[in-house]
C-alpha cells in the first residue's frame, strides 16, 4: 500500500513563513492536495492539482510537489491558520491521506 | 451553494447495522463522483469509499470491503452508506464529500475532495 508521511506539529511565529512537508514514493510523479481541519469543524480543501488553489483561500497558501515530497507553504501566518493539515493523495483506486500536521502559530 | 447534510449516525452495538445518508443540494448531483471519509475520534483522515456518477463503479478502503456499501439515489440527490457487521474501530466521525476530478490518463479520474458536509457521529460500543 502507498503511505504519506507528515510530521506531527510545525510551530510558526505569526508573520513568518510555515512550511509543511508530505513524504511519499515518488509522490511527485502524482498531484498532492492539502486540506485544513480547524478544531470541531470539517476539513477545507486549500491546495488541489499541486499548487492550484480554489475560490476563496487566500494567496498565502501555496504547494509544491517534486521527488517524494510535496510542500504546503503559508506565507505570512496568521493567529486563524491553526489548524490540522492533512496531504492526501491517489493510489489506483483508493485515496491516501497523510497522518496530518498540527501548526502551531506562536 | 453546495451543501451537503449528513444524517443517520449514532450509537450500535458490535456486530450491528447502521444506514448513512447524505442529501446534496446547490449542484447538479449526477454529475460528480461522491465519496465518504471518517475520522475516528482524536485521529486523521480515512477515505472509506467512493462512487461514480451513475453508481456503476465502487471501491472501498480494505478495512470495510464486505461490510460497507456505498450508493446513491440521483432523483433524490442523496449518497448513503450501508454498514454492517460494525466494530469498534469503525466509531468515527463520517462525512460526505463531492469529488473534484483532474484529466489523468487521456480521462476525468476521481482525485480531490472539495466539499465536505458537516459529519455524522458514529459510536459502536455495547
Known amino acids: 500500500s502507498y503511505d504519506l508521511t507528515q510530521p506531527p506539529s510545525v510551530s510558526v511565529s505569526p508573520g513568518q513563513t510555515a512550511s509543511i512537508a508530505c513524504s511519499g514514493d515518488k509522490l511527485g510523479h502524482r498531484y498532492a492536495c492539502w486540506y485544513q481541519q480547524k478544531p470541531g469543524q470539517s476539513p477545507v480543501l486549500v491546495i488541489y492539482e499541486d499548487r492550484k488553489r480554489p475560490s476563496g483561500i487566500p494567496e498565502r497558501f501555496s504547494g509544491v510537489n517534486s521527488g517524494n515530497t510535496a510542500t504546503l507553504t503559508i506565507s505570512a501566518t496568521q493567529s486563524s491558520d491553526e489548524a490540522d493539515y492533512y496531504c492526501q493523495a491517489r493510489d489506483n483506486n483508493t485515496t491516501i491521506f497523510g497522518g496530518g500536521t498540527r501548526l502551531t502559530v506562536l | 451553494e453546495v451543501q451537503l447534510v449528513e444524517s443517520g449516525g449514532g450509537l450500535v452495538q458490535p456486530g450491528g447495522s447502521l444506514r448513512l445518508s447524505c442529501a446534496a443540494s446547490g449542484f447538479i448531483f449526477r454529475s460528480y463522483w461522491m465519496s465518504w471519509v471518517r475520522q475516528a475520534p482524536g485521529k486523521g483522515l480515512e477515505w472509506v469509499a467512493s462512487?461514480?456518477?451513475?453508481?456503476?463503479?465502487?471501491f472501498y478502503v480494505d478495512s470495510v470491503k464486505g461490510r460497507f456499501t456505498v450508493s446513491r439515489d440521483t432523483a433524490k440527490n442523496s449518497l448513503y452508506l450501508q454498514m454492517n457487521s460494525l466494530r469498534g474501530a469503525d466509531t468515527a466521525v463520517y462525512y460526505c464529500?463531492?469529488?473534484?476530478?483532474?484529466?489523468?490518463?487521456?480521462?476525468?479520474?476521481?482525485?480531490?475532495?472539495?466539499?465536505w458536509g458537516q459529519g455524522t457521529l458514529v459510536t459502536v460500543s455495547s
Open positions: 462512487i461514480n456518477q451513475d453508481g456503476s463503479e465502487k
Open positions: 464529500a463531492r469529488v473534484g476530478a483532474l484529466w489523468l490518463n487521456s480521462a476525468w479520474q476521481p482525485y480531490y475532495f472539495d466539499y
